[in-house]
């Protein structure tokens, strides 16, 4: 069997408890009009518990009277410069972040057109080969092959780049030139260190971080500005 708790109003009577938790809204007027209609009904039946509902509406106006508590400017200030150190943080991390994604992306592009790696040339003289095939060679014997580059009648000069290498190793290569029926007609085997790769690599690279993090700085300047500026007004 299920039991309402009441408790005691002043002495003066009994208030069921679900009666009294509605009573601030009641006064406040934010009941539904099933609720409302519900709390008129008992204090209809019961009058004295109107003295409680005008103690509520004394403190409501109480409260109403005061004047607005405004923070003073220092907890405003401190409260802007908290705002100004986050968003400079974070600001500063996805500079980072993106000024290394842009850098990154610039010298792949960079390394891609200036192709740094090791040059092979070669110059025809008498007979005008048809075909130009180059092989590196590894552990003295095995030929890998690079490329097979055809040649016109009227290409005397050629070159060729070999951009996968690491600047602190020595490479050997084969060049071999065959006429148009696939005979070999001359070749000549390279030894050469890619020591100088290092220069290339180094300007590219130096080239890919200040244009990647010059740009991404830039921007996120621009944007913490605009941060400050906002976080003024709106303060």
């Known amino acids: ?16 408890d679900h009666v009294r938790d509605m009573l601030p809204w009641y006064v406040n ?10 709390v008129d009904v008992w204090l209809g039946r019961h009058p004295e518990g109107r003295a409680e509902v005008e103690a509520l509406r004394r403190l409501r106006d109480a409260v109403a009277a005061q004047p607005p ?18 968003r400079a943080h974070q600001l500063d991390w996805l500079a980072w972040a993106w000024g290394s994604l842009l850098a990154a992306i610039l010298f792949l592009l960079l390394w891609a057109t200036v192709r740094p790696g090791i040059v092979l040339r070669w110059e025809v003289n008498g007979a005008t080969p048809a075909i130009v095939r180059v092989w590196r060679v590894t552990n ?5 092959p690079l490329a097979l580059i055809p040649l016109t009648p009227d290409q005397h000069v050629g070159t060729f780049v070999d951009p996968l290498v ?9 060049v071999e030139m065959l006429d148009e029926q696939g005979r070999l007609t001359w070749h000549r085997t390279v030894v050469t260190p890619a020591n100088g790769v290092w220069g290339y690599l180094a300007g590219i690279g130096v080239v890919s ?12 300047r621009f944007r913490r500005r605009s941060v400050r500026l906002f976080a003024h007004r709106a303060c």
């Open 1 to 16: 069997m299920a039991h309402e708790r009441v408790t005691a109003n002043g002495g003066n009577g009994l208030m069921p």
């Open 29 to 38: 007027g934010t009941l539904s009009p099933v609720e409302r209609e519900a």
């Open 69 to 86: 508590a405004a923070p003073p400017e220092q907890v405003w200030a401190h409260l802007r410069a908290r705002v100004r150190r986050r």
């Open 140 to 144: 003295g014997t095995q030929l890998i």
């Open 166 to 174: 690491r600047p602190w190793e020595t490479y050997t290569y084969r």
């Open 209 to 220: 971080l200040i244009g990647g993090w010059g740009t991404a700085w830039g921007i996120f």
